[in-house]
């Protein structure tokens, strides 16, 4: 009886282990492969694109650039940010980001310190490499990799060589500029001043001013009242062009005056095509969120070392009224 019992025990192995060797053979004989989720999570690299201006029309058309960008690269790309320019909001988004250990972090530069701490300590504590896209800071104070969008600089001279070739070389002209005094409107007044430096008789009159309503409101109040006679108008705040031309057409023709701003802010382009501004500084956010995305991986899988501190400029044109007509 024992005897039967091993012999039965034996069988019974032989056909267990027959089973076993045909699977394993068939496993290694067939097309079988991981799951595509599982290799894409070996493979991809994560990337942020974070802005305080999300659903606008120009950053959606950055982020639009950027998640074609990575569809391309293999990458994984969160779009993060705020509304109505949260500055609170937009920060945290930031800190979450870098405690998260992302790959790499594409975002829109804000020269303010809380800003310029986040990245240059504790973005570069965590090894996370930050890209400036469409606004810069300078680089020594925010130990940013590279900046990619528009010749801000190139952009005032732009309008300036616009707002001779319209009003003629003198007149008085009023720089409305943000009191924060953002590094990217910096550089705009630079270039805008650089270039009427070459006429002295126009004259340039800087009226700073908060960034709400009310403020711009009152401000441009204050303007028509003490310089009535004022030939031009200049808005290194995209933000500001729409209360501006308001308060202009409730007190007198808008017409009267020239005026310019630039495409930030999606008022600037209705204000263009209904005739209430001259020009504005058409910029190519698309092209902005590609670039950006496309020297991040090459950063991040060690092919262009190290990026360009100075930038990778995107294009801009001037757009005139009749252009919008």
Not at 118 to 143: C, F, H, Q, R, W
Not at 225 to 236: E, G, H, Q
Not at 279 to 306: A, C, F, K, T
């Amino acid at each position: 009886m024992g005897k039967i019992v091993k012999l039965v025990s034996v069988i019974t192995c032989i056909i267990l282990f027959y089973f076993t060797l045909d699977s394993a053979v068939k496993v290694f004989n067939t097309n079988w492969k991981l799951p595509e989720e599982l290799k894409e999570e070996l493979t991809d690299k994560r990337i942020v694109l974070i802005t305080h201006e999300l659903e606008t029309p120009f950053w959606d058309s950055v982020s639009a650039g950027a998640k074609q960008q990575a569809e391309q690269a293999g990458a994984r790309l969160e779009i993060l940010g705020s509304y109505g320019n949260n500055q609170e909001d937009f920060l945290k988004q930031i800190e979450i980001a870098i405690y998260s250990k992302v790959d790499g972090i594409i975002v829109q530069g804000v020269d303010t310190e809380e800003f310029k701490e986040l990245t240059k300590v504790k973005a570069s504590s965590y090894g996370v490499p930050v890209i400036t896209v469409a606004n810069d800071v300078p680089m020594a104070e925010s130990l940013r990799r590279t900046y990619v969008g528009s010749d801000q600089i190139l952009a005032g001279k732009m309008i300036a060589e616009q707002l001779v070739e319209d009003m003629g070389e003198s007149g008085e002209v009023v720089l409305v500029i943000d009191r924060t005094q953002e590094f990217y409107q910096t550089q705009r007044l630079k270039g805008i001043q650089e270039y009427l430096s070459n006429y002295p008789e126009i004259k340039l009159i800087e009226a700073e001013t908060e960034d709400t309503r009310e403020q711009v409101i009152a401000t441009t109040k204050d303007l028509l009242n003490r310089i009535p006679d004022v030939d031009a108008f200049i808005t290194l705040n995209a933000k500001f062009a729409d209360d501006l031309v308001e308060e202009i057409d409730r007190r007198s023709n808008v017409e009267a005056f020239y005026i310019y701003s630039f495409d930030d802010d999606p008022s600037s382009l209705s204000l263009l095509e209904k005739g209430k501004i001259d020009g504005m500084i058409e910029q190519s956010p698309s092209m902005m969120g590609e670039l950006s995305v496309e020297l991040m991986m090459n950063w991040l899988n060690r092919e262009v070392l190290p990026l360009n501190l100075d930038g990778y400029l995107t294009d801009i044109q001037m757009v005139k009224q009749v252009d919008g007509e």
